[in-house]
């Protein structure tokens, strides 16, 4: 099942989706004029987040786990960015 989600990223952590437990791919999609920061399971930070440049369209690879895992983002910057997630699973 590919499940595609969308949310405004800006200074404070945001929830971007949540993967599910099990095999997952991970799509994360920067619409925006400022880099987005993400991390996984806990609330992401600019320090220590997976930078997703502006424009860009980065896939994170398989994920799989016994238990779901919430994604994060934030930015660095005041300008909001749209955030993209597309999660594949094998269900």
């Known amino acids: ?12 952590p945001t929830v971007l989706g949540t993967v599910p ?10 619409g925006g004029t400022a880099t987005v920061f993400v ?8 320090l220590t987040g997976t930078p997703v440049p502006a424009g860009a369209v980065v896939p994170l690879g398989q ?3 016994s238990s779901s ?11 909001a960015v749209s955030t993209g997630l597309i999660i ?3 269900s």
């Open 21 to 30: 437990p099990g095999p997952a791919s991970v799509v994360i999609t920067n």
């Open 69 to 79: 895992t919430k994604l994060w983002g934030i930015t660095a910057g005041a300008t």
């Open 63 to 65: 994920f799989s786990s």
């Open 1 to 12: 099942m590919i499940s595609p989600g969308q949310v405004s990223v800006g200074t404070a």
């Open 88 to 90: 594949s699973t094998g």
């Open 39 to 46: 991390g996984a399971g806990t609330t992401a930070s600019v």
